[in-house]
């Protein structure tokens, strides 16, 4: 059974593995390895912010995952990540559609949500295009392809059998 629920402060050393292992952070946008205080005190602001809504997606009862939503006026960006254990099963776009919809029923005011993958992460990429982002083509500055998702359009048509 699949789950996506509220990060909690319990939740942060989860994180930090999350963050820390090597795929990920072949993926992030920010370089190497993050020491464990720099991400504690990242994850304490990020967890109280008004502009940020994290989520732990449960497999089982296992954390399987994180979403981060960054919130900027009617605009989020999206962050996800898999443990690595989880990848493969066919979950990231499952975990992605749910975190998306928790994420719209708690923040009304967001009308899009982006997404910034590295061209050579081609699952993030698919992921994206099987929700039905619409490809906004290469970001230069973010040296990544922009996918962007418009909330206004009918959850039900963004991914079938969810």
């Not at 981060?68 to 990540?81: K, P």
Request: proline share 2%; charged share 30%.
């Amino acid at each position: 059974m699949l789950k996506v629920r509220q990060a909690l402060r319990s939740d942060s050393k989860q994180f930090f593995a999350w963050r820390n292992d090597p795929l990920v952070v072949a993926s992030s946008f920010t370089n190497g390895v993050i020491k464990k205080r720099d991400h504690q005190r990242w994850y304490d602001q990020k967890l109280v912010s008004d502009d940020c809504s994290m989520y732990v997606v449960e497999y089982n009862t296992e954390p399987a995952g994180q979403m981060r939503f960054d919130i900027s006026g009617s605009e989020a960006t999206i962050n996800y990540s898999l443990d690595a254990a989880f990848r493969g099963r066919g979950l990231a776009a499952r975990s992605v559609n749910r975190a998306i919809a928790l994420f719209a029923e708690e923040h009304e005011n967001v009308r899009s949500i982006v997404a910034f993958v590295k061209a050579d992460n081609v699952a993030s990429c698919r992921v994206f295009e099987k929700l039905n982002f619409e490809f906004d083509g290469y970001d230069r500055k973010m040296e990544a392809n922009r996918f962007s998702l418009h909330l206004a359009e009918p959850r039900s048509d963004r991914l079938t059998g969810d």
